[in-house]
């Protein structure tokens, strides 16, 4: 039989099916319409393919290289791309190549975890300020207000001043990182929820749930949520690739990664000084850089298109 | 000798979207006189809106299409007019009313401005001749104080007074054809009404003919002359007012006659007509009507019907009324 | 004052309904020198409706039809008044009372297109309303009575996973529908349920609620604009202008005979699908009368053909005419 007649099969025997099976198939029905909404869009396609590359290789990274990324040889040092060293070496004699990767897998993780964290914090700040509205709101609101008056590069200096002062080194200085990214991003996500809460609060399936006896705190999380969450995607996956940027300017300013942990942002500082004479050395770091902040605005867009024409549709 | 303003011969719209074509209008065919009011009748998905839309010359052109048709107006096919010469017919000769006037109208802009606006760029008026020339519309279309209420935005305005004004800004130039484009469904039944009434004065004293677009029957039976009713992008049925209430031929003007409460309220149970409209990417061969119509014969999953004249000047398509001819 | 009819019959029963919203008077207004304005949208209604019986509130937009309908069910709390649910006083009720208060009141909302949650299934906002109320205990059971309400409004059960864009108009409104009974109800409190619907589709709906009613012994509070609509489904009417109720009387009478003058003139508007019934006219003058700040005395002064002196000073009180009927106005 065709697979649209499986499908509907599947469907009618998951009227009766146990919640497992059930939920199981729309899983996977979701998903396949998902990948099918993506094809619509260039762009996002574009971006996807780039992205999924850009992961896979940071998840393979140590299947994919062979070299220490860390250890100094100096008798390799600046070397050409070649068989031995796939983009060459920089001034310590590191592979750039596994550089990198490994570079590029603490960046995205860093962007990840800093993304997330704004989300996690911002969402349920703007939602419940948006749909309890009054006092709360105002006040919630002037407290974003001000923290979006703060100037970012300030606040990061400032983050990262203290760090030195206090110390901190490490996977703690990462957190740090992750901590200032995270809680910069997370007004912007606290603003558009709230907007976007303020025009949802009016429709009529939210009075709809309150007549049905729905509590406060379930209508804005589990029944406003879902709807308002697209904008919200778009924003993080943009920001995402923003974020990486800002790292990497960061530690170009020398401000960021402490070497000699590899990090795009540095390595394209400790470039310039080789600008003449292996002008490569700096031109890896920084098409790595184009590449992964273009993938995330590639997707970020496409996934805009094809999100919001399905909303004015209906 | 009545002299016929518009003639729809055939008129087929598509649209090309991402998930399919869909024919919007199917084969309309239709004529108005002058003086007279034409009412095309239909619920949602019927076609109706595009119809008009397709005379306006209004429907996009890249998901749109015109296949073939033509649209005569005071004889000469506006299908094939250029853009400057449909920029000229608008307004002047068609004017449209629509059923939103919020969002017909702009919001940033005056009254006065608006209507002079048409005014100047269609007759060309200087800036005085056309305020007075407004105020002389306002008051025409019943706004009290027109003097006063010139130089007021538009949502200062109640619904029925927006819709008054729209209708000013239609009549401004003079058209000699009226669309009227459900003008009354957003409004309340007292002030639809008064619209209804001011409407149909208007077209009594400017010797105009009206097209009145609308999915009320109530509306139409005492509003227009002939009546048009479409389903499914098809004009099912066509006819004099009195003889379409009267003597209904095609079973869905039957069923829709059928499904309207009424006011002297004798049934307990309405009969509605089974099922919902079909989907317009994916419809049913044959007649589109048959899948819920309780006379279907097998020609009407096979043919799609043509109308045809039942009595004279009433028209039906539906198979039903082939068995009398050979 | 007429006998009310015996408590236990009576299911709801307002008096003195009021709500008045406060315009530009927060401190922002304020500073800005604006005056402060009160929307009077329901202003002192009074109606009951006794078990089993249809009551149908019609009027114009504005009137305060749909605010009532929320005052009914304190989606928004009234300024003052009384309503009194199965003999006990809804307004006082605790949040836990009130909570299953929202069992027996249920609502049906206008637009198909937003009252139902577009990101969850049918399954979701059919079963959620059971959920709140610990109506079911296992997820089979509540599988179980989706499909049933599925079928008991004309759906199919291979209906039961999918998203509300995936359904045309009157499908929402029966999946609506379907979602008020979920709870059993005794009351069901329709806002204007048919009027986003085509004709042909409003008449399955209306069909629905009615053989709905005779299954459940469901009461009904029908409201609507459309007064063919409240003439087909109503037993008894009630009319509002500008937050005010008009007139009251068992449906038949009220239509065949109307008393108020606003009544009239509404009746006379209706354009009837029929070119041999009279066309529609307009006998009242001017605009809708503003809700915001009114003068005293009748709401509909100013446009009245039957104005009197007192229409200005003072609101004429809704008092009983006989044969069930009553009607606010000085000059019968």
Known sequence: MTEIQADKLAELQAVRAPALGGRLIRWRTALGNAWHELRKSRTASIGAVMLVLLFGACIATPWITTYDPIKQNYRERLQPPSEKHLLGTDRMGRDIYTRLLYGGRRLVAIALLAVTFGLSVGIPYGVLSGYFGGKVDTVAMRFIDGLLAFPGLLFYLLVVTLAREWKIEGIANDAVLVFALGFAFMPEVARLSRGTVLAEKQKEYVEASRAVGDGSLSIALRQILPNIISPLIVNATVRLGYVILIVAALSFLGLGTPPPTPDWGSDLAAARDYMETAPLIAAFPGLAICYTVLAFNLFGDGLRDILDPRLAER | MAETVLELDDLTVRFHLRRGDLTAVDGASFSIERGQTFGLVGESGSGKSVTAKAIMRLIPAPPGEIPRGRVLFEGSNILDKSDAEMRALRGRRIAMVFQEPMSALNPVFTVCDQISDALRTNLGLSKKEARERVIELLSLVGIPSPQKRLDSYVHEFSGGMRQRVMLAMALSCNPNFLIADEPTTALDVTIQATILELITSMIERLGMSLLFITHNLGVVAHACDRVGVMYASHIVELGDKREIFARPQHPYTVGLLNSIPRLDGQAKYLTPIAGSVCNMMDPPSGCKFHPRCSHAMDVCRREIPRLKEIAPGHLAACHLHDRGTA | ?332
Request: hydrophobic content about 40%.
């Open chain 3, 1 to 332: 004052m007429t006998m009310a009819p015996p408590a236990d019959d009576m299911l709801l029963r307002v008096k003195g309904l009021t709500k008045h919203f406060t315009l530009h008077g927060d401190i922002y207004s304020k500073l800005a020198g604006e005056k402060t304005q009160v929307l009077k949208a329901v202003d002192g209604i009074d109606f009951h409706i006794q078990r089993g019986e249809t009551l149908g509130l019609v009027g114009e937009s504005g009137c305060g039809k749909s605010t009532t309908a929320r005052l009914v069910t304190r989606l928004i709390e009234p300024t003052a008044g009384e309503v009194t649910l199965k003999g006990e006083d809804l307004l006082g009720f605790s949040r836990s009372r009130m909570k299953e208060a929202r069992k027996e009141v249920q609502l049906v909302f206008q637009d198909p297109y937003s009252s139902l949650n577009p990101r969850k299934t049918i399954m979701h906002i059919l079963s959620r309303p059971m959920e709140i109320h610990g109506l079911v205990r296992s997820w089979a059971e509540k599988r179980e009575r989706v499909l049933e309400l599925l079928r008991r409004v004309g759906l199919g059960i291979e209906h039961i996973d999918r998203y509300p864009h995936e359904f045309s108009g009157g499908q929402r409104q029966r999946i609506a529908i379907a979602r008020a009974l979920s709870v059993d109800p005794e009351l069901v409190i329709g806002d204007e349920p048919v009027s986003a619907l085509d004709v042909s589709i409003q008449a399955q709906i209306l069909n629905l609620f009615r053989e709905l009613q005779k299954e459940f012994g469901l009461t009904y509070l029908f409201i609507a604009h459309d007064l063919s609509v409240i003439r087909h489904i109503s037993d008894r009417v009630a009319v509002m202008y500008v937050g005010k109720i008009v007139e009251t009387g068992p449906a038949a009478a009220l239509f065949d005979k109307p008393l108020h003058p606003y009544t009239k003139a509404l009746l006379a508007a209706v354009p009837e699908a029929d070119p041999a019934k009279p066309a529609p006219r307009l006998t009242l003058q001017g605009e809708v009368s503003t809700p915001i700040d009114p003068p005293p005395g009748c709401r509909l002064c100013g446009r009245c053909p039957r104005e009197s002196a007192v229409c200005a000073e003072i609101a004429p009180p809704l008092v009983d005419v006989g044969d069930g009927r009553q009607v606010a106005c000085h000059n019968l």
